[in-house]
């Protein structure tokens, strides 16, 4: 489904009212140009460049080893895509978690290089400062609580978070200071379905649920996972829309094999 070219940029004022209306939000990543250009006319009203780049864009392990010039260069060919939806870009590993000024600087690098709308990084009150920095620079902030991918060698796996007493106190307290701080909203990947209706019931700004359950008041999915672009990758969370992994393996096998009959190119396809 195309959406009416009439309809106006998504913006964190739209987001912000979507919670209050009722209406879910739609999320999903992208990286290039023409993914995004397709999830945009699809009518996701969220497009993030996320930091898992470094997995599905250049095979690492984790998010940590992708640097903050890759994702602007990412983010620019997302924004030239993205002519409706709201564009949100991660700080990636090292940019942001230990000097406030540099998380400033960092978070302004993308915002006048690649021309997005607004930049996510993942904690709570360990980043306060960060935080407080960039929203006051007029940037917006999207948080990330709950399973933090930039930390997973300090949590050691990829288990859910906070079903522990003590860190799903810690992760309201810290969705609460996210928004006194000024975020326009904020991600829980990761945790118990009752602890993310908790907390979105619990504060003003909308939840944006990645393995988050139903209660959120928006989701959020990989864009290759949906679209079973990895069919190694099969956690609980994810729903595969397609299985283009296997459909773009038969189409290549079947190109190759045309090439080699001689079948491709026929009488028509040729000048």
Known sequence: MSVNKEI???????????????????????????????????????????????????????????????????????????????????????????????????????????????????????????????????IPVMGHLGLTPQSIYQFGSYKVRAKEDAEAEKLINDAKLLEELGCFSLVMEKIPADLAAKVTASIHIPTIGIGAGSGCDGQVLVVHDMLGLNNEFKPKFVRKYLNLEDQIHEAIGQYVADVKSADFPNANEQY
């Open 8 to 138: 106006k940029r998504i913006t964190t004022e739209t987001v912000r009212n979507m919670k209050f209306t009722g209406e879910k939000i739609s999320m999903l990543t992208a990286y290039d140009f023409t993914i995004a250009s397709l999830v945009d006319a699809a009518g996701t009203e969220v497009i993030l460049v996320g930091d898992s780049a470094a997995n599905v864009m250049a095979g690492h392990e984790t998010t940590l080893p992708i640097t903050l010039d890759q994702m602007i260069y990412h983010a620019q060919c997302v924004v030239r895509g993205a002519k409706r939806a709201l564009v949100v870009v991660d700080l990636p590993f090292g940019t942001y978690q230990s000097d406030p000024q540099k998380a400033l600087e960092s978070s302004v690098r993308i915002m006048k290089e690649s021309g997005a709308h607004a930049i996510k990084l993942e904690g709570g009150k360990e980043i306060e400062e960060s935080i407080r920095r960039i929203v006051n620079a007029g």
